[in-house]
């Protein structure tokens, strides 16, 4: 799909990779809605985007927020690209997560942009062309310790996607996936930053995910696993988990120590 004069519905625009893709997606000569919570935010990434360009103050959790997407993408004539990048991550040991933290995270990155495909989907099909893209992560195909609840999000935003794709295959409507590995952002905690930097863990910038992007939707490709080595280690961990499993049991003493480290910094702070 070329993204000339498309219109571009956003979601997590004012995050880290939200900006860097709105920026690049406006060179490609977009019209975007700009969807996030902070208007100062939204405002301030709309005013240095070349081009003219919408934003739309919503929490999508909340069906309102959601109704307010929908009418504005109405009012606007409709939208041939929506994008759900909005999410929340956090590195932490599964029992020591609340409750209303793992609500939040299912909520944001699995229900919220559910709910929103389900309800912008008959403005997509009014198109002769259009499509949705779906942001997971390596850690929808990987399950990692300190991860639980954001793996099983994304991993249920994964299977959504295929779900939906096939479910679409018939019209008109193209739907996409694209699984950023740990980029350089706010997202990432500092113990999730010391985890990466232990690890060995590469991080791209937000730049190179909002390069993905463009090309995934301009080259037709349904799926994408950014990086190198992580897209080898999703096909082994599809083929072989209990190779992974053994891999992972070995850097648990690692992982614990930086939980515990960032357990007791919490505490102490
Ligand atoms: N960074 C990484 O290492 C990494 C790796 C793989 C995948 N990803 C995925 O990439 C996506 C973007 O991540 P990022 O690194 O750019 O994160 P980020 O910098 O923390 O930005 C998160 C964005 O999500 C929005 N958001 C969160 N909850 C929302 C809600 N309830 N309603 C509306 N907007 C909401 C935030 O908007 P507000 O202004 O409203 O807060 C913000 O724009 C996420 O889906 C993440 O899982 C990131």
């Known amino acids: 799909m070329e993204l000339n004069n498309k219109v571009i519905l956003l979601t997590g625009a004012t995050g880290g990779i939200g900006c860097a893709v709105a920026r690049r997606l406006a060179d490609e000569g977009a019209h975007l809605m700009l969807v996030g919570r902070n208007t100062a935010a939204l405002n301030q990434l709309a005013g240095q985007l ?8 919503a929490d999508i959790v909340t069906s309102l927020g959601r109704q307010t997407i929908l009418s504005e993408c109405v009012d606007g004539g409709g939208i041939d690209l929506l994008i759900n990048l909005a999410g929340t991550a956090t590195f932490q040991r599964f029992e020591q997560q609340s409750e209303a933290s793992i609500q939040q995270m299912l909520d944001t990155n699995l229900i919220a942009p559910m709910l929103l495909t389900r309800q912008l989907i008959p403005l997509l099909s009014s198109r002769s062309k259009s499509a949705v893209v779906n942001i997971g992560s390596t850690f929808g195909s990987i399950g990692h310790p300190g991860y639980v609840a954001y793996c099983a999000s994304k991993s249920g935003l994964k299977g959504f996607t295929e779900a939906l794709r096939r479910e679409l295959s018939d019209t008109a409507t193209q739907v996409f996936y694209l699984a950023p590995r740990a980029t350089d952002t706010s997202l990432n905690s500092p113990a999730a930053n010391t985890l990466n930097r232990a690890l060995g863990n590469k991080v791209d910038t937000p730049e190179q ?3 993905a992007l463009v090309k995934l939707v301009k080259t037709n ?4 696993f950014m990086g190198w080595p992580e897209k080898l280690f999703v096909k082994i961990n599809a083929l072989f988990p209990r190779l992974v499993d053994r891999a992972l049991v070995k850097k648990m003493p690692l992982i614990k120590k930086i939980l515990n480290n960032h357990e007791t910094t919490k505490i102490n702070t």
């Open 221 to 224: 490709r349904y799926c994408q």
């Open 50 to 57: 070349p081009g003219n360009h919408q934003i739309i103050v």
């Open 209 to 211: 995910v909002a390069d």
